[in-house]
Nanobody
Framework: QLQASGGGLAQAGGSLRLSCAAPGRTLNDYDMGWFRQAPGKEREFVAVRRRRDGYTRYLDDVKGRFTFSRDHAKNTVDLQMNSLKPEDTAVYYC???????????????????WGQGTQVTVSS
């Protein structure tokens, strides 16, 4: 079971940090990703990292603003979100899977495990 936390309300230009934990699992054993879903829209990838080689990919719109990181000591995966925009408003989900190929990393349907989601709201 993945547990996402850190969401909340921020003003445009502000920052939030999301964290994903999985008690009883070692997240270092998994490909990890952050996805988001805004009302009326499909779930989309935000940032993903493949375990075996560290390959990391970001949604174009968040490049330079969001940073994916792993905290090996805490067994968490974090998403630092800076320069937030109102269009970043969504429910953010962390996800885990194993041995994903490059073409599958950004497609939610290939990910096996999901957290419950945490709401991020950015006001203008």
């Amino acid at each position: 079971q993945l547990q996402a936390s850190g969401g909340g309300l921020a003003q445009a230009g502000g920052s939030l940090r999301l964290s994903c934990a999985a008690p009883g699992r070692t997240l270092n054993d998994y490909d990890m990703g952050w996805f988001r879903q805004a009302p009326g829209k499909e779930r989309e990838f935000v940032a993903v990292r493949r375990r075996r080689d560290g390959y990391t990919r970001y949604l174009d719109d968040v490049k330079g603003r969001f940073t994916f990181s792993r905290d090996h000591a805490k067994n968490t995966v974090d998403l630092q979100m800076n320069s937030l925009k109102p269009e970043d408003t969504a429910v953010y989900y962390c996800a885990a899977s194993q041995r994903l190929i490059t073409s599958s990393l950004t497609d939610p349907k290939f990910w096996s495990y999901w957290g419950q989601g945490t709401q991020v709201t950015v006001s203008s």
